[in-house]
């Protein structure tokens, strides 16, 4: 699997790590947020020389219940730190909802446009699909100030499955490539914990079922975005600040169930996890269960 990306075309022959950079003042992950600019182009530098192959760059938290900013201030905190970023030997992601946003990057030198939306506004449609970015269709229920209020689904891998496959449908229909398109489930974005974990353990289904949606049909690689978030949380019974074993074990678990590409805040660490991973190639190990580790021995 190829992803065109801008004025890279990536080989996914091993998983990428995609840095997150958050120009954000209120950002669920207080260590990421930058609202100064020289502060984010230095935090950038230092995720690529940690080896993040990507940097994927937001200036709106979308943390449940966060309130939107406008397109003015979003475009304020995002420009200089792309200007000043263009340089970069890897490609410049954009996390944006808004078409105008995705246009004005995309001139600035934007190589992907990373929207927890799914390009379903039409306007954020027409502004990507004629150039050479790749594009991040990620699932969200609802908005993130609404989205955690009572998530339900009947069927949650096959209903973001299928509305994975209709952004598809649309973008194709729109003249974009399969080559720019990459999949996300949208961890925590209109989920509880049992959601997202059914979402991860059914990546390949996931990814299969959407690709239905093109003719013909294509497995479209996946990124997952786990990194600190609650689930790691709900998982470990730890603050953001404290979740990184946690958020590690699952970018592994993620990259062992076929994600292509993993949005991490840690990436040194995340690219050491995966290197003694991959070195030691997948195998089937004991099923994790809650069991303790050890039992007591009962004399009689
Ligand atoms: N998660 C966040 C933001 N953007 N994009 C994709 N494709 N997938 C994700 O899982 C994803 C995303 C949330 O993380 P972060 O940017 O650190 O938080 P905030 O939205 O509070 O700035």
Same mark, same amino acid.
């Given at each position: 699997m190829r992803l065109q990306c801008g004025r890279f075309e990536l080989a996914l022959e091993r998983p990428l790590v995609m840095g997150v950079l958050n120009l954000t003042p209120?950002?669920?992950?207080? %260590?990421?947020?930058?609202? #100064?600019a020289d502060a984010a182009v230095a935090r950038a530098h230092e995720l690529v020389a940690e080896g993040a192959d990507l940097l994927d760059i937001g200036a709106e938290s979308t943390r449940p219940g966060a309130q939107p900013v406008t397109d003015d201030e979003e475009w304020r905190r995002l420009a200089p730190v792309l200007e000043a970023l263009r340089g970069l030997p890897v490609p410049l992601s954009v996390d944006t909802r808004r078409a105008s946003i995705m246009r004005r990057a995309l001139d600035l030198g934007a190589d992907m446009i990373n929207d927890v939306s799914g390009f379903a506004d039409p306007q954020a449609i027409a502004a990507v699909a004629d150039r050479p970015a790749a594009l991040c269709v990620m699932h969200m229920a609802?908005?993130?100030?609404?989205? #955690?209020?009572d998530p339900s689904y009947f069927d949650v891998v096959a209903e973001v499955g299928a509305w994975l496959g209709g952004r598809v449908a649309a973008l194709a229909g729109a003249?974009? %490539?399969?080559?720019r398109l990459v999949l996300d489930?949208?961890? @925590?974005? @209109?989920?509880r914990l049992a959601h997202n974990l059914a979402l991860l353990r059914a990546l390949p289904e996931l990814a299969d079922v959407a690709g239905r949606a093109l003719a013909p049909a294509a497995r479209l690689p996946v990124l997952v975005g786990l990194s600190r978030k609650s689930l790691v949380g709900e998982l470990t019974g730890r603050p953001p600040d404290a979740r990184l074993a946690g958020s590690l074990a699952a970018a592994i678990a993620a990259v062992a169930r076929g994600a292509a590409i993993v949005r991490v805040h840690d990436v040194a660490a995340t690219r050491d996890a995966l290197a003694v991973w991959s070195a030691l190639g997948p195998a089937s190990g004991l099923a994790a269960t809650s069991a303790p580790a050890h039992s007591e021995t009962t004399s009689a």
């Amino acid at each position: 699997m190829r992803l065109q990306c801008g004025r890279f075309e990536l080989a996914l022959e091993r998983p990428l790590v995609m840095g997150v950079l958050n120009l954000t003042p209120d950002s669920f992950y207080e %260590a990421s947020r930058h609202q #100064q600019a020289d502060a984010a182009v230095a935090r950038a530098h230092e995720l690529v020389a940690e080896g993040a192959d990507l940097l994927d760059i937001g200036a709106e938290s979308t943390r449940p219940g966060a309130q939107p900013v406008t397109d003015d201030e979003e475009w304020r905190r995002l420009a200089p730190v792309l200007e000043a970023l263009r340089g970069l030997p890897v490609p410049l992601s954009v996390d944006t909802r808004r078409a105008s946003i995705m246009r004005r990057a995309l001139d600035l030198g934007a190589d992907m446009i990373n929207d927890v939306s799914g390009f379903a506004d039409p306007q954020a449609i027409a502004a990507v699909a004629d150039r050479p970015a790749a594009l991040c269709v990620m699932h969200m229920a609802g908005d993130p100030r609404t989205m #955690q209020n009572d998530p339900s689904y009947f069927d949650v891998v096959a209903e973001v499955g299928a509305w994975l496959g209709g952004r598809v449908a649309a973008l194709a229909g729109a003249g974009v %490539a399969r080559e720019r398109l990459v999949l996300d489930p949208g961890i @925590g974005f @209109g989920k509880r914990l049992a959601h997202n974990l059914a979402l991860l353990r059914a990546l390949p289904e996931l990814a299969d079922v959407a690709g239905r949606a093109l003719a013909p049909a294509a497995r479209l690689p996946v990124l997952v975005g786990l990194s600190r978030k609650s689930l790691v949380g709900e998982l470990t019974g730890r603050p953001p600040d404290a979740r990184l074993a946690g958020s590690l074990a699952a970018a592994i678990a993620a990259v062992a169930r076929g994600a292509a590409i993993v949005r991490v805040h840690d990436v040194a660490a995340t690219r050491d996890a995966l290197a003694v991973w991959s070195a030691l190639g997948p195998a089937s190990g004991l099923a994790a269960t809650s069991a303790p580790a050890h039992s007591e021995t009962t004399s009689a």
